[in-house]
């Protein structure tokens, strides 16, 4: 038992000592909810040729219903990011989870193309409000030597989410129909949701910024580190509490140049993300391949994006994570522009499909360490908010561009071209950051350790 003669900070203590039970336990619980993020977010792209033939709504047309959840996503990942700079991480987290269980269930009542819209677009709000504080509660339960590892490896989650959905749509459409996807994928982030009510706390290190009760910090961590007194916690926190409107502070103290820049990749890579998920089952379809190759598709994109997630952050602390970056753009250029001319050959596109989900999705794992480690924990869920609100402008810009194009009577080989090119764009992106950063005069000085 500690003596009293020495204090320490929250931070101090979560650097100096290996993850406990109680850590790990809050990481996953953190990862679930992703992972039925993902599920809610994806499975619409596996849905959308049964909807079609069912609906008579014709493909061509389902655009707008991809862009509507992902435009719900924009604006809760914009707006419940400060307000869990205000109120706490664990409530918003809560609440949104609650929120796209009930649309996801409504949703599989649509009978019409405006009904079908408007339960995307309400779904995607509780969507929205979720990962933001997934990746929040992480980075600020594990210590900053991990953070990279642990942030990438969450992002996981979502191509998870998405193989489930791709096999419980295999299975179910046949059997039960597309709306039995939507029953899915209400029940289980409701029961997500009763089991963050009892076992998710609240942020330590948010509580310890903004001057909470010292007893709610010190029950927390008890859990951590049982064998020091609470009297030995110090009440000055080991961050200061930024006042006025949290949006403002990603552009102030240095951090415009690097915000920005983090901005750019995220909204591409999203937009490549998207545009995959959302439109090669169907450009498959049209390329005369039954329903089960474009599940089987996404089904490897998922498997390589849990597989690239999982080794993003661990690569980056090894090497430079601009170079893991600029690495994985050139390849993801390359390989979706191969896509194109693959359609001969099922086998080879899948393997195709499987490495590109590496390098593309394992990119936003590491685009979310990134943001994470960069904004203090005052700011920390508005800085993945925001960077993941403009992240969603490109996921709803690519299954709509793809739309575009069909109408056109684009081919799917031209549409695969074309979604290479943001691939290529990204790339130069990360190698401009790359330059600026090693010119680190340009960077405030203040902010020049932590510019992504």
Same mark, same amino acid.
């Given at each position: ?16 000592? %290996? ?30 040729? @049964?909807?079609?033939? !069912? ?13 509507? %959840?992902? +435009?719900?996503?924009?604006?809760? @990942? ?34 019409? +193309? ?15 409000? &979720? ?7 992480? &980075? ?22 998405? /193989? ?7 299975? /179910? ?39 909470? !009760? ?14 020091? &007194? ?56 049209? %390329? @005369?391949?039954?329903?089960?190759? #474009?599940?089987?598709?996404?089904? /490897? ?13 661990? /690569? ?29 050959? +099922? &086998? ?38 925001? @960077? ?6 490109? %996921? ?6 793809? #739309? ?49």
């Amino acid at each position: 038992m500690e003596s009293g003669l020495r204090t320490y900070t929250v931070r101090e203590v979560i650097e100096g000592r %290996s993850l406990s039970r109680f850590q790990m336990a809050t990481v996953a619980l953190c990862a679930l909810v992703v992972v039925l993020d993902g599920f809610d977010a994806q499975c619409i792209g596996f849905l959308a040729p @049964a909807i079609s033939d !069912d609906l008579a709504i014709p493909l061509k047309n389902f655009g707008p219903i991809f862009a509507a %959840s992902l +435009f719900g996503l924009m604006i809760a @990942a914009m707006f419940v990011g400060p307000v869990a700079d205000r109120v706490g991480r664990k409530w918003p987290a809560i609440l949104s989870t609650l929120a796209f269980a009930a649309f996801s269930v409504l949703s599989a009542r649509a009978y019409t +193309f405006t009904g079908l819209r408007l339960l995307r677009f309400l779904t995607g709000l509780g969507l929205g409000g &979720s990962m933001p504080n997934a990746v929040a509660l992480t &980075s600020e339960y594990v210590p900053r030597r991990l953070q990279h590892v642990f942030v990438a490896m969450l992002f996981a989650g979502m191509p998870l989410g998405a /193989m489930i959905a791709s096999v419980a749509s295999a299975k /179910m459409i046949p059997a039960w129909g597309w709306r039995s996807v939507f029953y899915l994928g209400g029940i289980l982030p409701l029961l997500m949701a009763l089991a963050l009510l009892l076992l998710l706390p609240e942020s330590v290190q948010f509580l310890t910024v903004r001057g909470a !009760d010292p007893r709610k910090i010190a029950a927390i961590m008890k859990k951590i580190a049982p064998e020091i &007194s609470p009297e030995a916690f110090s009440r000055v926190p080991a961050e200061e509490r930024l006042p006025g409107v949290p949006v403002k502070h990603l552009f102030t103290e240095g951090r415009a140049l690097g915000t920005i820049l983090l901005w750019v990749p995220y909204f591409l890579n999203l937009l490549i993300i998207y545009f995959i998920v959302s439109w090669l089952p169907g450009l498959l379809r049209q %390329s @005369a391949m039954p329903i089960s190759a #474009g599940v089987t598709a996404i089904f /490897m994109f998922s498997l390589g994006g849990a597989i690239g997630s999982l080794i993003e952050g661990r /690569m980056m602390n090894a090497w430079s994570p601009y170079a893991v970056l600029l690495a994985e753009f050139v390849v993801s250029t390359l390989l979706i522009g191969s896509l194109a001319y693959l359609g001969s050959s +099922f &086998s080879l596109m899948m393997a195709v499909t499987l490495v590109l989900g590496i390098v593309v999705q394992g990119a936003q794992g590491g685009l979310n360490a990134l943001a994470a480690t960069f904004y203090p924990t005052a700011v920390r869920s508005t800085g993945v908010g925001w @960077a993941l609100g403009v992240g969603r402008v490109g %996921s709803i810009a690519g299954p709509l561009l793809a #739309g575009v194009l069909l109408k056109l009577e684009w081919s799917p080989q031209q549409i695969l071209l074309a979604g290479a090119a943001p691939a290529g764009v990204a790339a130069v992106a990360v190698l401009i950051s790359h330059w600026l950063r090693a010119n680190a005069t340009i960077f405030h000085p203040a902010a020049e350790a932590q510019q992504p």
